[in-house]
């Protein structure tokens, strides 16, 4: 079983940056590929960014890539999201999870498990 907290989040002015923590425990953090979604109100959750447990490779959705970067720190069980340049319709709830698969990690029911969230606010 893995616990996943995830840290951060806040109010920022568009255009401003966030940096997203998830600290993992409980199973060894580097046999797990690590994701992050994100749900907006009224919307379904979607991916954000993911990184392979294996080879570090990472992966990131379209309406983020140049401004979202995530990154690990197996020695910390850590998991970041760089967020830069923030927009309006960056507003959500975001999540960190945790799977055991190398492949697939752009959806969702392949990750086994969540954290609590954490909200990111974006103000014009």
């Known amino acids: 079983q893995v616990q996943l907290v995830e840290s951060g989040g806040g109010l920022v002015q568009a255009g401003g940056s966030l940096r997203l923590s998830c600290a993992a425990s409980?199973?060894?953090?580097?046999?797990?590929?690590m994701g992050w979604f994100r749900q907006a109100p009224g919307r379904e959750r979607e991916f954000v960014a993911a990184i392979s447990w294996r080879a570090g490779s990472t992966y990131h959705a379209d309406s983020v890539k140049g401004r979202f970067t995530i990154s690990r720190d197996i020695a910390k069980s850590t998991v970041y999201l760089q967020m830069n340049s923030l927009k309006p319709e960056d507003t959500a709830v975001y999540y960190c999870?945790?799977?055991?698969?190398?492949?697939?990690?752009?959806?969702?029911?392949?990750?086994?498990?969540w954290g609590q969230g954490t909200q990111v606010t974006v103000s014009s």
């Open positions: 409980g199973r060894t953090f580097s046999d797990y590929s």
């Open positions: 999870a945790a799977s055991a698969r190398t492949w697939g990690l752009t959806v969702k029911s392949i990750y086994d498990h």
